[in-house]
């Protein structure tokens, strides 16, 4: 049965301001694992296994270390000239994830750059993720790559399905996956149904957020979510589904009658 993942970068943010600080929170609203944005330049590895050792919780998912933010670096996967930073930035996550217990990473691809065409930065993302395969085998660690709609992040590269689709197949390992975000998926395709039943077979963990205010899936907007879990469900999907939204409430627990209404569990 799927299980839903606190995101602890979208949830909890009256706790505390940093990750660490929102564990006890999560797990006192029934959560047993989380998810999160890259944690390192607020709270040391070693703090956040401590924290989520104390609530009890695992975790799931770990975003990649992205660079600075400050100046609008999201990652380098395909950014072609940046393979030492990228390769440096997954060895720190690597090393942040192997402390705090995770063994699932999501890997930004970069900003679609004004001087580099689209295929030469395809090819650079291809490059990049085939070249640490063997070392996320060693590691016993899966990564993902997410499409993500150029509304909410405008100059993202991997914004497309079609992208992503292509990507992986060139990568051609089980080490590398698709994270699915219903929430992106609608805003990019739509065509819900019978994307996530032709994605099945790459979905390495998924996420969701109703369209288009990003609230919870039991708020008012356009995805039917008691459908979207049901398609999920019937194409064998078994993992974990993130908690990646705007809470309609301070107070969460209020927030998640949806999980057990929808059959899904903590």
Same mark, same amino acid.
Request: with cysteine; net charge negative; charged share 20%.
């Given at each position: ?43 040391? +590895? ?59 990473? #999501? ?56 992208? +992503? ?33 032709? @994605?099945?077979?790459?979905?390495? #963990?998924?996420?969701? +957020? ?16 008691? #459908? ?24 969460? +627990?209020?927030? @998640? ?10």
């Amino acid at each position: 049965m799927m299980r839903v993942s606190a995101n602890l970068s979208w949830l909890f943010k009256d706790a505390g301001s940093s990750v660490a600080e929102r564990c006890m929170h999560a797990g006192a609203a029934g959560f047993k694992v989380v998810e999160s944005d890259w944690p390192g330049d607020a709270v040391s +590895a070693d703090e956040l296994r401590a924290a989520l050792q104390d609530a009890g919780l695992q975790q799931v998912l770990l975003n990649c270390c992205q660079g600075d933010t400050s100046a609008g670096e999201c990652g380098f996967a395909a950014e072609p000239g940046q393979e030492r930073r990228f390769h440096d930035t997954l060895q720190e996550t690597l090393q942040y994830a192997a402390t705090i217990g995770c063994n699932k990473i #999501h890997i930004l691809s970069g900003r679609k750059l004004e001087d580099s065409n689209t295929a030469a930065q395809e090819a650079t993302l291809i490059e990049n993720l085939r070249s640490i395969v063997p070392l996320l085998r060693q590691l016993d660690v899966t990564a993902v790559i997410e499409p993500i709609n150029p509304v909410s992040r405008p100059g993202y590269f991997l914004n497309s399905y079609d992208t +992503a689709c292509r990507v992986l197949e060139a990568v051609g390992s089980d080490r590398v996956m698709l994270q699915l975000d219903v929430f992106h998926l609608q805003m990019i395709a739509g065509n819900i149904t019978n994307t996530i039943n032709k @994605l099945a077979p790459i979905i390495g #963990h998924v996420q969701v +957020a109703q369209v288009p205010g990003r609230g919870e899936p039991s708020s008012d907007g356009e995805i039917n979510y008691p #459908h979207v879990f049901t398609t999920l469900r019937n194409a064998g999907y078994t993992g974990f589904v993130g908690c990646e939204y705007k809470p309609s409430s301070s107070n969460i +627990a209020d927030t @998640l009658s949806w999980v057990s209404q929808y059959g899904l569990e903590f």
